[in-house]
């Protein structure tokens, strides 16, 4: 097929012939006449956009009318006032953001200049708990009149990007896919084909997070990008760092005042006394929000909470320090502080859900039984954390989030008792393989499993460090099924193996169960298109279940089948 041709000196002014696109597209004439015929879409659409209209402001109308017809190509309706993509997870506190007027107006006066690129990324960093995410959600919705799409996405891990960005789909109103990568494909073009979005990756603080963060940022070229990251120092030049710094003393004094007013008693000192508390907090925005949580809970006038805030610092000297943590002690402190009133099922939850990974955590979870138990706790002990402000539970659906620092801050007060650690760890192991029981190939069981899986993977390699071997293989394997079956075999094959490992160790080379882990694992390796790694493993498992279970038995018709 010929591919399009210029003729010499030609300029890319004026009309446009179908050889002039095909030229400067790098696609034959068929492909640009079968597209403006409506039969078929061009390969390369963010190419093609870059190609011909980049961010110039001459072609703003040529570009909006290229998307609408690409957009109506692929059945999905052009965006309107009516419907703006607005991601749930987007909300303000109203009054009680203070303190924040000069950077955000030094946030938008950036984001407006492009420093010469066709979209704006820029990393607002800062402290643990200083409040970048709360910022960015602030800034988006004080300026969301000037966007057409308001989207969010937790950029923890890898993983959690591609998850973050298929569920963007939903949020987009995308044509349904199933599968993940498409899903995930699918945003990125739209992304690529629209103008005038804005992008939050929240959470960039591990270097392959910032790595995958960064190569999808570079490949957006017509929006406003915010990353919130606690690195300093390590991101590439095309994203401007923004650094945001405590609150001034004023600020988390008035934030304190505002928090609290009408919940606590009365003091003639007040504003002195939260002043004291402010300095002593450190003027970190996550400490104050706790502390007045704290306060407003227990009806408490803030000379109470210093006194019980200052009785806790003998406690967590010895495992909160913050050259280890990164985190002030001030902060290790306010939370141990209302952690003391937590009921025992409050306290325990919260121990529990210090093994769990950042993704938000489905509340049905919480209708499981504990290992030795006859009934599940439901939600009382979840209401025990939210009155302090301990866990934050989503307005749009039933699940909850939990700060990954008080998280890290439980982990580290849990792991002093050793033996404490070791019982909570196989209690939460148990808890989280009961509930994660269905069958991983049933496509209805996937809504459920996807919200276990990234809480079930952090938990199963903990438990494997820790040395648990049951039922650490059993969820280690559940996790490859579904994760295989998803068409994610790089982030399967790990869990599949380190599954065929521990039972081996621990059941015998020959015992029925590592044929089940064999057979998984070549199934895997068949599918991924390596049939002479998937073979001898096939055969052991034939050769085992024979063995194990005689000739006849329905196994051994299995693994004969799969061979």
């Known amino acids: 097929m010929q591919v399009g041709t210029r003729p010499a000196g030609a300029r890319r002014t004026g009309a446009w012939s179908v050889n002039d696109f095909a030229y400067e597209a790098g696609v034959s004439s068929r492909t640009v006449q079968n597209y403006t015929g409506g039969r078929t879409l061009p390969p390369d659409i963010s190419r093609i956009l870059a190609t011909f209209f980049a961010d110039d402001p001459r072609h703003v109308q040529a570009r909006a009318a290229f998307i609408a017809a690409f957009d109506n190509a692929r059945g999905i309706a052009p965006l309107s006032p009516e419907h703006k993509p607005i991601h749930p997870e987007l909300h303000s506190i109203g009054h009680l953001f203070t303190g924040r007027d000069e950077f955000m107006e030094r946030l938008h006066a950036s984001l407006l200049r492009r420093n010469g690129s066709a979209s704006a990324i820029r990393a607002l960093h800062g402290l643990g708990g200083i409040g970048k995410t709360r910022a960015a959600m602030e800034y988006a919705l004080r300026h969301q009149d000037d966007y057409t799409a308001l989207l969010f996405v937790r950029a923890y891990n890898p993983t959690t990007i591609d998850r973050e960005f298929a569920a963007l789909a939903d949020v987009l109103r995308l044509p349904e896919q199933k599968d993940d990568e498409k899903r995930k494909d699918a945003v990125l073009r739209w992304l690529q084909a629209h103008t005038g979005w804005l992008l939050i990756l929240d959470n960039v603080d591990t270097p392959d997070a910032l790595r995958a963060a960064t190569t999808i940022a570079r490949s957006l070229r017509s929006g406003h990008v915010l990353l919130t990251s606690r690195f300093e120092g390590e991101f590439s030049l095309e994203i401007e760092p923004l650094e945001l710094g405590l609150l001034t003393p004023d600020a988390a004094v008035v934030y304190l005042l505002k928090a609290t007013e009408g919940r606590r008693r009365p003091e003639s000192d007040a504003p002195a006394q939260a002043r004291t508390l402010a300095d002593l907090l450190g003027h970190l925005t996550l400490a104050l929000v706790h502390a007045a949580a704290y306060i407003a809970e227990r009806r408490f006038t803030f000379a109470n909470y210093l006194t019980e805030w200052q009785a806790n610092r003998p406690r967590v000297l010895d495992w909160a320090k913050e050259g280890v943590t990164g985190y002030p002690l001030s902060l290790a402190q306010t939370w141990i502080t209302s952690m003391d009133q937590l009921t025992v099922r409050g306290r325990a939850l919260l121990e529990r859900l210090s093994f769990f990974a950042n993704d938000p955590i489905p509340e049905f979870l919480l209708e499981v039984l504990l290992p030795?138990?006859?009934?599940?706790?439901?939600?009382?002990?979840?209401?025990?954390?939210?009155?302090?402000?301990?866990?934050?539970?989503?307005?749009?659906?039933?699940?909850?989030?939990?700060?990954?620092?008080?998280?890290?801050?439980?982990?580290?007060?849990?792991?002093?008792?050793?033996?404490?650690?070791?019982?909570?760890?196989?209690?939460?192991?148990?808890?989280?393989?009961?509930?994660?029981?269905?069958?991983?190939?049933?496509?209805?069981?996937?809504?459920?499993?996807?919200?276990l899986a990234p809480h079930a993977e952090d938990l199963a390699w903990t438990a494997d460090k820790a040395g648990i071997a049951e039922p650490t293989a059993s969820l280690m394997n559940q996790l490859g099924a579904l994760f295989c079956v998803k068409v994610h075999h790089a982030?399967?094959?790990?869990?599949?193996?380190?599954?065929?490992?521990?039972?081996?160790?621990?059941?015998?080379?020959?015992?029925?169960?590592?044929?089940?882990?064999?057979?998984?694992?070549?199934?895997?390796?068949?599918?991924?298109n390596r049939p002479t790694e998937a073979e001898p493993l096939m055969r052991r498992a034939l050769e085992i279940s024979e063995v194990s279970q005689g000739a006849d038995h329905p196994h051994v018709a299995i693994r004969l089948n799969n061979m």
């Open 491 to 528: 982030h399967a094959e790990p869990l599949l193996r380190r599954a065929l490992a521990i039972d081996e160790a621990n059941l015998g080379a020959v015992h029925p169960t590592v044929a089940i882990r064999l057979n998984d694992l070549a199934l895997l390796l068949q599918n991924a």
């Open 372 to 451: 030795g138990t006859e009934a599940a706790e439901g939600v009382d002990p979840l209401l025990d954390l939210q009155r302090f402000s301990l866990i934050t539970r989503d307005a749009s659906a039933d699940r909850f989030t939990i700060h990954r620092i008080l998280r890290d801050v439980t982990s580290r007060h849990l792991a002093t008792d050793s033996l404490t650690y070791k019982a909570r760890l196989i209690e939460t192991l148990g808890w989280v393989n009961a509930a994660f029981l269905d069958d991983p190939q049933d496509v209805r069981s996937w809504p459920r499993l996807d919200q």
